[in-house]
């Protein structure tokens, strides 16, 4: 994976570390290793491909052009397809022409620092995944001191079993933990599978995000519900902003 932002953070004044993809701690880490099996295409994987005919995602020249209700998994390292096939993406990296800086009433934020075209992959939400009851005590334990909660809280249907992915960057994290909220967000969420049964939390920009803007998403967004125990007034500036800061990422 490339992956520019690295050098960037650790010369940084930012209290964790860098990790560029999610990692399991010792709770979540026997199901982090599952691995899936890999096309034979000797090419790019098409519509024969089992690889293809499984996700919901396909990419075009590092975009997404098409995408149906459905689980998005791209090609793996058990794959035999073209290293730059129709089904990889996420797992090249970053877009690298970002930037962090502060803002006046958000923190930190992510930003654009050239024209971002519509339906690119920005980054992915990183960090440690951990379980439930890890999930609510570290959510309690930081919302008691009045800190920021990074832990995000992704649920997928799939008939009637939901499956939980939670996603902690407070301490461990890559630059995707600086996108703050937007009640009109530049960016979508979507979970896409490579290498292990978690998904990669990841941010798509769902319009054209022009040089200097702030790259946002909605914290709502992909179920992530938890019982907020702090308000925070939402400062993206939207017209159709709701006012409140969902704290339940
Ligand atoms: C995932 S972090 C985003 C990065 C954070 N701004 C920082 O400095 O590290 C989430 C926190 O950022 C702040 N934040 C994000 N979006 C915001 C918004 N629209 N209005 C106010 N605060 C926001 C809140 O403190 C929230 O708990």
Not at 12 to 40: A, H, K, R
Not at 162 to 188: L, Q, V, Y
Not at 219 to 248: F, M, R, W
Request: glycine residues 6%; negative net charge.
């Amino acid at each position: 994976m490339n992956d520019p932002y690295e050098s960037l953070i650790s010369s940084g004044n930012y209290s964790f570390l860098y990790t560029p993809t999610s990692i399991p701690t010792n709770e979540t880490e026997e199901y982090f290793n599952e691995e899936y099996v890999g096309c034979l295409c000797t090419d790019i994987c098409r519509a024969d491909c089992p690889c293809y005919s499984r996700t919901g995602t396909i990419y075009e020249d590092g975009r997404i052009v098409q995408i149906n209700d459905m689980p998005s998994y791209e090609c793996n390292a058990n794959c035999s397809c073209a290293s730059k096939c129709s089904l990889k993406l996420v797992q090249f990296g970053p877009n690298s022409n970002m930037d962090i800086r502060w803002t006046e009433k958000k923190g930190y934020g992510l930003f654009a620092k050239s024209r971002i075209p519509k339906d690119s992959f920005i980054c992915e939400y990183a960090g440690e995944i951990i379980g439930k009851n890890e999930a609510e005590l570290r959510y309690h334990n930081r919302a008691v001191v009045g800190e920021s909660n990074y832990i995000f809280w992704a649920r997928e249907h799939f008939g009637d079993k939901t499956i939980e992915t939670i996603i902690d960057p407070t301490s461990i994290g890559n630059i995707g933990r600086f996108a703050n909220h937007s009640c009109k967000p530049n960016c979508n969420l979507l979970l896409i599978r490579i290498d292990c049964a978690y998904p990669k939390v990841c941010l798509f920009s769902n319009r054209i995000i022009d040089a200097e803007q702030e790259i946002t998403f909605d914290y709502g967004s992909c179920e992530s519900v938890q019982p907020s125990l702090i308000e925070n007034p939402c400062h993206c500036e939207e017209a159709n902003c709701k006012g409140k800061l969902t704290e339940d990422l």
